[in-house]
């Protein structure tokens, strides 16, 4: 019932910015929780930042201070600034979707985009 479309990937030399967007289509208004997630070859899928409906955010250790998680207030797009990017940020990146928890407590992650890649440089 949701569809979640992601953009703004791309090739970047360490220091360097991105803002990924993640677009929310379908017939859902609102939803409870929605990440970030990413993942590179031969390594586990980490979740990068969430987002709930009052705007509270959590963020990956690792990406805190650099990161920002944010939607616009009709909740249809929520957007991942990326800052002073490293090597070790560079994989796919997934926005994910759930309409069930309590919020971000205990978030259901049915909904997934297509990813965009994020490739940095030195």
């Known amino acids: 019932q949701a569809q979640l479309t992601e953009s703004g990937g791309g090739s970047v030399q360490t220091g360097g910015s991105l803002r990924l967007s993640c677009k929310v289509s379908?017939?859902?208004?609102?939803?409870?929780?929605m990440a970030w997630f990413r993942q590179a070859p031969g390594k586990e899928r980490e979740e990068v930042a969430t987002?709930?409906?009052?705007?509270?955010?959590t963020y990956l250790d690792s990406v805190q201070e650099r990161f920002i998680i944010s939607r616009e207030r009709t909740f249809n797009i929520v957007y991942l600034e990326m800052n002073n990017l490293q090597l070790e940020d560079s994989a796919m990146y997934y926005c994910?979707?759930?309409?069930?928890?309590?919020?971000?407590?205990?978030?259901?992650?049915?909904?997934w985009g297509q990813g965009t890649q994020v490739t940095v440089s030195s």
């Open positions: 987002l709930d409906g009052h705007s509270r955010a």
């Open positions: 379908g017939t859902i208004w609102t939803w409870s929780c």
């Open positions: 994910a979707l759930s309409q069930d928890g309590d919020y971000c407590t205990n978030p259901t992650f049915a909904s």
